[in-house]
């Protein structure tokens, strides 16, 4: 039997808080970056023979996203999931609420990151059933996602503060099994069972990396484009052109 392809989830319910005034009207993922907003970036750089379909998790001005995207990639299969508590929650509620939506292998993304298509290209080509798209380069972000691998490329620890020396920063795209991602919900269920809905996308993978291997697969930091402040989106401006 042919191997479904993955489905990919963008992360898009947040109000991008650190944005405002930017973001007081719109959702940070429909703020424009050169000729078009974020969110148009990620999926201009979605190969549709490569995925099976696009959910994106909205939340913060959901409706204008539906609106933006309407009548648009009529080559992606795109549906729509909503984090109602997106005021109270993180980005690892929002994975949760696409969860019956998913019976594939998946790839995460990040709505407020803009990915080279050769980013996409190698993470979905890749042999690892289950990795992370890492940047190796120095320097390494105060703000970032820190990553400690092994001699080998699989992950260690990962956490915006970890005890182990940090080798890279996870750049937003965590590619995962259908197997690996069916363990990712449990452990969330879990971990949301026990408190409120706040923790953050990588909570589940810290316990997992015990069960399966999950790699950090190196990419440039020229390719990938993170906006959480104005400053960064200023900077983004003039980054972008690097990607024609």
Not at 94 to 117: P, Q, Y
Not at 232 to 238: G, K, M
Request: charged content about 30%; hydrophobic content about 35%; some cysteine.
């Amino acid at each position: 039997m042919k191997k479904k392809k993955p489905t990919i989830v963008i992360l898009a319910a947040g109000e991008g808080k650190r944005l405002r005034p930017h973001t007081s009207t719109i959702p940070k993922t429909l703020l424009d970056v050169g000729k078009c907003s974020l969110l148009e970036h990620i999926l201009n750089n979605i190969e549709s023979k490569q995925v099976s379909n696009v959910i994106i998790v909205i939340g913060y001005q959901g409706q204008k996203i539906k609106r933006k995207l309407k009548g648009k990639y009529k080559n992606l299969k795109i549906e729509y999931v909503e984090n109602s508590h997106y005021r109270g929650s993180d980005n690892l509620y929002s994975v949760l609420c696409a969860r019956k939506k998913i019976d594939s292998d998946v790839v995460f993304v990040n709505g407020d990151t803009i990915f080279h298509k050769k980013v996409f290209a190698k993470i979905l080509s890749s042999n690892k059933a289950n990795c992370i798209a890492v940047d190796f380069e120095r320097p390494i972000d105060g703000d970032a996602m820190r990553v400690h691998g092994d001699s080998s490329g699989k992950l260690v620890e990962i956490g915006k503060r970890i005890s182990k020396k940090t080798h890279g920063d996870a750049s937003g795209i965590y590619k995962l099994s259908k197997k690996a991602a069916g363990r990712y919900f449990e452990l969330a269920e879990k971990y949301f069972s026990k408190g409120p809905r706040r923790g953050g996308f990588v909570v589940p993978l810290r316990t997992m990396k015990k069960e399966f291997s999950l790699w950090l697969i190196p990419v440039e930091k020229k390719h990938v484009i993170e906006i959480d402040t104005e400053k960064d989106l200023n900077n983004a401006q003039e980054k972008i052109k690097a990607f024609r």
